[in-house]
């Protein structure tokens, strides 16, 4: 039975859905009591009190034990009471949708009972947790199941996790003759080594998209209105063009090392064109700790990551394994919530005011890892990269190669952070892009090097390991690694770099700046990227501020403030002009420190914007209050006495 069919309110749909709930228990073989205190009355309390627009409850976890009485699968033996329907009856009554939290890939019971459906590893041994894609798995158990659940408790939508990052390499006969039949070779590499490594490797990244396109076609054949994800995919860990039918995009990130993680993903998904959330760990576990709760004001920080490149927001949490939602959960999140909602009318679905693209190279990423989907280690100069930009006041996108290659001319400048593969079309759109009169920073000597004759500088040998002493406008700092040995010719030498901290010494090139065409190019010949991710030095980011000066002295934005402050430029949906600001005082970045309940407030911050008309209005949200500002020749500077954790400056 439809909610219209019953009077109440209709769930909105996931696509506009703004903020939501994710409870998993990943039911297993070991529980004994669950959904015995899952009851009315506590879901009506959360549900009042938070005002989610979704709740993502608990159906099939990794462990492949259902929470719910299956007659496909195999349900947990300690099912004593039907949690989810309680929880369809109560998100009924309140409006609100409900969507299941469902194990794809993983599910370690299914391989269990029938090992043919396991993926096999390079020594053809069944992995005890994996299922193969190439095999049954997906039309004897997960398409009936997901079938199974949807029509029994009328369902939302699904939210499936354990899927392409937990898809691996298969050595599985069926893989193997695919792989013989796609390619005419008779054997499947195991390792780098093997000249056939990458089509090994994007074979396996095909095959698992024709997975998820098959079972997710097939869910909305027979239930159209089922709004389905996979959790991740077309995210940082598969960027790539979106080819499955998913109805969002959604992605559960670090619970201790949120906010950096929240800083990539959040920017990159506000560059796929499609509906997108991200979700917050509502908790954190220390070493050889059980896990503990955040406080609001922790996950409220976490939550204006995502408000600001305006995305959904939603926080995962465990109900005790009866089912119950304690008191503290349900106030920690309402407060998360109203802190929200306070930003949502100028946050939400908000446009970007193209400024600095930073490239995530899939060509790169997809070479560099031996994995299906995952970064594998890909993304430290990215975020190396990214936090020095973010540190000096920039408005970042994150947009890979098929994204970027399209909506060149929209930015200013584009940074790459040491990528050493990129296809060559993207390579020419670049240089033509730079010759129209962009401005190109080639962050490392390996990305620096696909751009050698365009440089002004002769490359000599290959590069090197190297002690490395980089003289920058506040002080010399240590860049130990693989640099360049260059020449310059026509460029202008940015920096040096020194063997010893004796600056009067040894002195070899670090970083130039040459004209090509009516644009301009700067390249750093070393790890300055990878550097700034390792240390977070000072003096990195006031190099990387030093180049970016030069490519881009007069950005739309700029703000005296602490590196602490992230800002992001961006458009209201009436096309006013609203500069988020963030303070990241006191982010979580340890496991040691494992909640925080205070950040200290930053201020006065004067931010200047180019805007060349006088504005009517200039107002903060969420206190809409007005402002110290002027306007003159172009030019509006404001002054924000202070900043908490994060607000909005709309010029109307």
């Known amino acids: 039975m439809s909610a219209a069919s019953t009077g109440t309110r209709v769930p909105i749909q996931r696509k506009n859905a703004f903020f939501g709930l994710h409870f998993d228990l990943h039911p297993g073989k070991q529980d004994t009591c669950l959904g015995a205190d899952t009851s009315e009355e506590n879901l009506a309390a959360l549900l009042r009190r938070v005002r989610p627009d979704y709740v993502q409850y608990d159906c099939k976890g990794h462990a492949g034990y259902t929470g719910y009485p299956t007659k496909v699968g195999w349900p947990s033996p300690g099912i004593a009471g039907d949690a989810l329907a309680v929880w369809r009856k109560a998100t009924r009554e309140h409006g609100v949708g409900l969507f299941i939290h469902y194990s794809g890939v993983w599910d370690s019971v299914a391989v269990e009972h029938h090992p043919e459906w396991a993926r096999l590893d390079a020594e053809g041994k069944p992995d005890p947790h994996h299922t193969s894609t190439f095999g049954p798995y997906v039309d004897e158990l997960l398409i009936p199941q997901l079938r199974e659940v949807a029509t029994a408790y009328d369902l939302d939508g699904v939210w499936a996790d354990g899927e392409c990052w937990a898809a691996q390499l298969d050595y599985s006969p069926a893989a193997l003759a695919q792989w013989r039949a796609e390619t005419g070779l008779a054997e499947a590499p195991k390792s780098r080594e093997d000249p056939h490594w990458l089509e090994w490797k994007m074979f396996h990244r095909r095959q698992f998209e024709k997975y998820l396109c098959h079972w997710v076609d097939a869910l909305h054949e027979t239930h159209p209105h089922l709004q389905i994800t996979s959790n991740w995919m077309y995210t940082t860990l598969a960027p790539k063009e979106v080819v499955a039918n998913l109805d969002y995009l959604s992605g559960d990130y670090s619970p201790t090392l949120s906010v950096d993680r929240a800083r990539v993903e959040a920017r990159y998904l506000a560059s796929t064109g499609r509906p997108w959330d991200l979700m917050a760990w509502g908790f954190n576990w220390g070493q050889e700790l059980g896990h503990s709760l955040k406080p609001a004001i922790h996950l409220q920080q976490e939550a204006a990551v995502v408000l600001m490149q305006g995305g959904g927001f939603q926080i995962y949490y465990q109900p005790t394994r009866a089912g119950y939602v304690p008191e503290e959960i349900i106030e920690t999140t309402g407060q998360v919530a109203d802190f929200c909602r306070a930003r949502k009318e100028v946050s939400f679905q908000r446009t970007t005011v193209p400024q ?88 490392g000597e ?173 107002t903060w949200v969420p206190t809409d209050g007005e402002l110290e500002w002027s306007w003159a020749n172009g030019t509006l500077t404001a002054t924000i006495p202070s900043l908490h954790l994060h607000g909005v400056l709309v010029v109307a």
């Open 446 to 618: 390996q990305c620096a090097r696909l751009f050698a004759p365009v440089l002004g500088a002769r490359l000599e040998g290959e590069p090197e390991q190297a002690v490395a002493e980089l003289a920058t406008p506040a002080g010399v700092v240590n860049v130990n690694g693989r640099w360049q040995k260059v020449v310059p010719e026509t460029a202008t030498v940015l920096a040096y770099r020194h063997p010893t901290r004796d600056t009067r010494k040894g002195a070899e090139v670090a970083a130039t700046l040459a004209p090509y065409g009516r644009g301009q190019i700067a390249a750093v010949y070393g790890p300055v990227a990878l550097a700034h991710f390792r240390t977070h030095h000072p003096a990195l980011r006031a190099f990387v501020g030093a180049v970016m000066q030069r490519l881009f002295p007069e950005p739309a934005v700029q703000a005296e403030a602490p590196s602490c402050v992230d800002l992001s430029l961006r458009r209201t949906s009436q096309g006013a002009l609203s500069l988020h600001l963030l303070n990241l005082a006191e982010a979580q970045r340890a496991d040691r420190f494992l909640a925080n309940d205070f950040i200290p407030a930053v201020g006065p911050i004067t931010v200047r914007l180019r805007v060349p008309e006088r504005p009517r209005q200039v």
């Open 356 to 443: 600095v693209a930073l490239l995530l190279s899939t060509e790169t990423q997809m070479d560099r890892s031996d994995v299906v989907f995952h970064w594998a280690g890909c993304m430290d100069e990215l975020e190396g990269a990214l936090h020095a930009l973010l540190e000096c006041h920039y408005s970042v996108d994150i947009l890979a190669e098929h994204q970027l290659q399209p909506r060149l001319a929209e930015y200013p400048v584009v940074v790459i952070p040491d990528a050493y593969k990129l296809p060559e079309a993207f390579r020419e759109a670049l240089l033509r892009y730079v010759a129209d009169g962009g401005s190109l920073f080639l962050a």
